[in-house]
């Protein structure tokens, strides 16, 4: 920051003290006491990351330091049962990334197409009665979509495709509506990247003959990719991370398979359920929540990460 | 592209072929318009089949059957509704036990009870209205004749009439096991006392990170790696936060916050799962949204500002403290406001860290065991029976109230004190 500590010299010299002018900075004990209790506020969030890598890693090392469980059992089979003894990761993992395709299959067109709507085709007014409503769209809690998943697009499936191919729980159900969920975060951060791209390009477009489609989908969406990567990315993140949808309807067990009508329990869906009973905290299977937990943070981290890096690479600066 | 439209190959169509290639790339710009427009249509259609199926649930006729008809304990031809405290009295006094009258009489003796009270205590201890049925709200209205019918045939002692679930008495009673008496009295409450909490750590820590970050840090090392963190906690998983707090604040920090340490609670009986614990696990959780909304507003206000304020010979914390805060207050707040209805909305992280699920009693303190208002409704909606869907149904609409609420005072804070430089 910035002190007009030279003015103060000057005019010192124009005005020809009688008494010598100290020009040295004066310590304030003060002010040294409030920045450092302000750059302490700042250090927590550090702490904060810290606490989670140090939590995870430390309970997840004595979960796999157990006899019972090794890497090569957690990564190399197919099934997750650890009252006899089964360490599989793949069924929850599995199950996650069913939820995470269909909910992107929803929320990538419907998102995009959202966004290129609002931000080359809405009129003014349009966007602004169309933008509040999406907002509230994001700002429903999600036990509320978890709900509307069972009471309302479950039993919409099972009428669809019959009551025997379709489960109570399963990862269809929940991923459209976690599809629902993601549309806002998708749309309004491609509507942002959108937006950024200069009129000129836009005009220039207009002025070879294009038409309004053509200047928006090979004009526009091109020059604002990297934003629209970003976005799609942090919905996945998002998706991944999404707990109460899946808790409430993909089904509570762990199942490897590939059916979307059928229950099969993701990895979130499972620390909610293992951790809902009452968890003795020397047991397996609370150790097991801090993996899982581990295994989450990881890959959430590194697809948040992965959008930044994206964005700043790949952005077209424009003056 | 290329191919069809000829730009780039230097033949540019004429005549006919160009009026037929024009039309048809109008006809594709049309098409596509429909189908983005279709997506904000869906959009939309979504959030209004999610707010139709919450209303459906929450009214709807029911299936009522009174164990004991209230015409059955009318004395000489007046009504029970209409009679005096002493009638009320006796017919409790005749058909409950005298241990369960005794203990009654202990909670709160008779005679203090207002009449209402002791009525509501004859209809819940002598006629135990019992909900055999429940229809939604669109089935009520559009199939009636049938339902009248069904309700007929399968339950013939049953009085079919339409039940509001949300209703103040909804929002009044404890948590019960019986969906027809059940309410979010405690939930309500442990999630206000939660909040309350939550913002007593979440708001000073995160304003004055924000505060370090825009008008203290250098571009250093250390400064980048707070900043660049910030960003990155924002979009770690609420549950991977629920992780954290069951292992630091449940468990390890337990003496701290199941209140033993201070000699508030009873060591044997007391756990880390208390309100202390949730609100810190959320603070955690909401003070990257924070710090990210006071840094935006910090920034809002004009150098010059700050420049006056040093020209006159403030110090730093002085400029701080008495220009740039007042003018950043309106902003840091209504992003501490949007912060605070994410934090309500939260279920997961209080799934793990063992939110109680059957609580009937107010909680009292930081150090009580707790419900909170979505946990209930994941409680309920879990549950299989049709009942509790109603009841969850009326429970999110409470939650959605109280969200709205805290929006509009977010938006109406903004509004009324937006002021350009």
């Known amino acids: ?319 | 592209m290329t191919a069809e439209t000829g730009i780039q190959t230097g033949t540019l169509p004429d005549g006919d072929q160009r009026y037929r290639q024009l039309q048809r790339r109008h006809r594709r710009g049309r098409i596509w318009l429909v189908i983005f427009q279709a997506s904000t249509i869906v959009g939309i259609i979504a959030l209004a089949m999610l707010l139709y199926t919450i209303v459906n649930d929450s009214f709807g006729l029911v299936a009522i059957q009174n164990k004991v008809e209230p015409s059955e304990l009318a004395i000489d031809g007046v009504a029970l509704d209409e009679l005096t405290h002493e009638q009320l009295f006796t017919i409790l006094k005749a058909n409950i036990s005298k241990g369960v009258l005794a203990r009654m009489e202990h909670e709160q003796p008779f005679d203090e009870r207002s009449r209402e009270d002791v009525l509501d205590l004859v209809y819940e201890r002598v006629v135990q209205p019992t909900i055999l049925s429940s229809w939604s709200l669109s089935d009520s209205i559009l199939r009636r004749r049938a339902i009248q019918a069904e309700a007929a045939r399968d339950f013939p002692q049953a009085k079919l009439e339409f039940r509001s679930w949300l209703s103040l008495d909804f929002i009044r009673s404890p948590q019960s096991p019986t969906p027809a008496t059940a309410g979010v009295r405690t939930a309500l409450l442990g999630s206000l006392w939660m909040i309350a909490i939550t913002i007593l750590f979440a708001f000073p820590l995160g304003v004055g990170a924000a505060i370090y970050l825009e008008e203290y840090a250098n571009d250093s090392f250390i400064n980048r790696v707070i900043s660049t963190n910030i960003n990155n906690l924002a979009g770690v998983p609420s549950i991977i936060y629920g992780i954290l707090g069951l292992a630091i604040f449940v468990r390890g920090l337990a003496p701290l916050t199941s209140g033993t340490l201070l000699g508030i609670s009873d060591p044997t009986t007391s756990n880390g799962r208390t309100i202390l614990s949730a609100a810190m696990t959320l603070a955690l959780l909401v003070l990257p949204l924070i710090i990210i909304n006071a840094q935006e507003a910090i920034r809002a206000v004009p150098r010059s500002l700050r420049e006056a304020s040093y020209a006159l010979g403030a110090t730093r914390w002085q400029t701080t403290w008495f220009h740039v805060l007042p003018s950043a207050l309106p902003g840091v707040l209504t992003g501490t406001i949007l912060a605070m209805s994410r934090a309500i909305g939260e279920t997961a992280p209080l799934v793990v860290i063992g939110a109680s699920t059957f609580i009937a009693v107010d909680p009292n303190g930081p150090f009580s065991k707790f419900t909170a208002l979505p946990i209930q409704i994941y409680q309920w909606t879990a549950r299989p029976q049709g009942q509790f869907r109603n009841i969850a149904a009326a429970a999110i609409i409470v939650l959605l109230v109280l969200l709205l609420s805290l929006n509009a005072s977010a938006i109406l804070l903004r509004n009324r004190t937006n002021r350009s430089f």
């Open chain 1, 1 to 319: 920051m910035y002190i007009p500590s030279y003015r103060a010299a000057i005019s010192a010299e124009y005005a020809k003290p009688t008494t010598a002018v100290k020009l040295k900075k004066k310590v304030r004990i003060s002010e040294s006491v409030i920045q450092t209790l302000l750059f302490l506020c700042g250090a927590i969030s550090v702490l904060i990351t810290l606490g989670i890598v140090v939590v995870l890693g430390r309970e997840s090392l004595l979960f796999f330091a157990s006899e019972e469980v090794t890497l090569a059992k957690f990564l190399g089979t197919f099934k997750w049962q650890p009252a006899i003894g089964e360490f599989g990761i793949w069924p929850l993992v599995n199950a996650t990334l069913m939820t995470t395709v269909i909910a992107m299959l929803v929320a990538i067109p419907l998102g995009l197409g959202v966004a290129i709507f609002l931000s080359e085709y809405a009129t003014p007014k349009q966007r602004s009665t169309l933008k509040p409503i999406l907002e509230v769209l994001a700002g429903i809690p999600t036990v509320v979509y978890g709900y509307f998943a069972l009471t309302f697009m479950t039993p919409l499936l099972r009428s669809i495709f019959g009551q025997n191919m379709v489960e109570v729980y399963n990862t269809a159900s929940a991923g459209l509506v976690m599809g629902i969920l993601i549309l806002p975060l998708v749309s309004s951060m491609a509507e942002d990247a959108l937006a950024a791209v200069p009129n000129s390009l836009r005009e220039a477009s207009y002025a070879m003959g294009a038409t309004k489609l053509e200047t928006a989908v090979s004009v526009v969406v091109p020059a604002a990719i990297s934003g629209l990567a970003a976005a799609v990315i942090i919905g996945v993140s998002r998706a991944i991370g999404e707990t109460m949808i899946v808790a409430l309807a993909a089904g509570a067990g762990p199942a490897f398979t590939f059916n979307p009508f059928k229950a099969a329990e993701t990895m979130t869906g499972h620390i909610v359920r293992i951790s809902g009973g009452d968890l003795s905290y020397d047991s397996l299977d609370y150790n097991s929540i801090f993996a899982i937990g581990l295994m989450l943070f990881l890959l959430t981290l590194s697809l948040n990460l992965l959008s930044r890096r994206i964005v700043k690479r790949f952005r077209e600066v424009y003056e």
